[in-house]
């Protein structure tokens, strides 16, 4: 299967520390994307990484891309109970205009 | 901001019924995509559209078509609704084919097959 792995599948922390998630895949990619889902809702994009680069930011999220071990991973800084979503990692293979997406990662914020 | 505005939020069929599901998106965006959820299988390709009239099997197009007559509109037909079609729907839309474009997608559509 092509689908990216996420771990940890779970993560239960408490605000204000810092929440850490990582993706695995198979191929030479394109590009590397992170979407969060809230529950019962749809995707919503947070950051794009393309494979030329190797770290990048946006407010408190934090993503690292390492094409040589074929892995990214997105840190969340000082938690919020509303950053409580699943995260999924998605990549774009080259020569393809296909999303793959990673099982995502349940995020778990306690107030 | 991009608005991807899916038709029904839950809805309820009978097996071998004919299903309608339907997206709007509101950018003028070229590409339209069809996934399914499901738990423990993440998201799947079922349908992509580059343009309009345009479309091209995904991962699990079997027992779906799909329709794109208007660039802003594609919708997901399932033809004779079986059980294990219960899912739930997400529609998405992006900019240009391939490239660094993220994708947008509606609230899903939670459907049951009964």
């Known amino acids: 299967s092509q689908q990216g792995e996420e771990d940890p599948q779970a993560l239960s922390i408490q605000e204000g520390e810092n929440a850490t998630m990582n993706c695995s895949y198979k191929t030479s990619i394109n590009n590397l994307q992170w979407y969060r889902q809230n529950s019962g809702r749809g995707l919503v994009h947070l950051i794009l990484?393309?494979?030329?680069?190797r770290e990048k930011h946006s407010g408190r999220l934090r993503v690292t891309l390492d094409t040589s071990k074929k892995s990214s991973s997105l840190l969340i800084t000082a938690s919020r109970a509303a950053d409580t979503a699943s995260y999924f990692c998605a990549y774009r293979m080259d020569s393809s205009y296909k999303l793959i997406f990673g099982s995502g990662t349940r995020l778990l914020v306690r107030p | 901001d991009v608005k991807v505005t899916q038709s029904s939020r839950y809805l309820v069929k009978r097996t071998g019924e004919k299903v309608f599901l339907e997206c709007v998106q509101d950018?003028?965006?070229?590409?339209m995509f069809w996934y399914r959820q499901d738990p423990g299988l993440g998201l799947r390709l079922i349908y992509f559209?580059?343009?309009?009239?345009?479309?091209e099997k995904g991962d699990i197009p079997e027992g779906y078509s799909v329709s794109r007559e208007k660039k802003e509109r594609f919708s997901l037909i399932l033809e004779s609704a079986s059980t294990n079609q219960t899912s739930m729907y997400l529609c998405?839309?992006?900019?240009?084919?391939?490239?660094?474009?993220?994708?947008?997608f509606g609230d899903g559509t939670r459907l049951s097959i009964l």
């Open positions: 950018m003028d965006h070229e590409n």
């Open positions: 990484i393309r494979s030329n680069e």
């Open positions: 559209s580059y343009d309009v009239k345009m479309k």
């Open positions: 998405a839309s992006s900019l240009v084919q391939g490239g660094n474009q993220p994708q947008h």
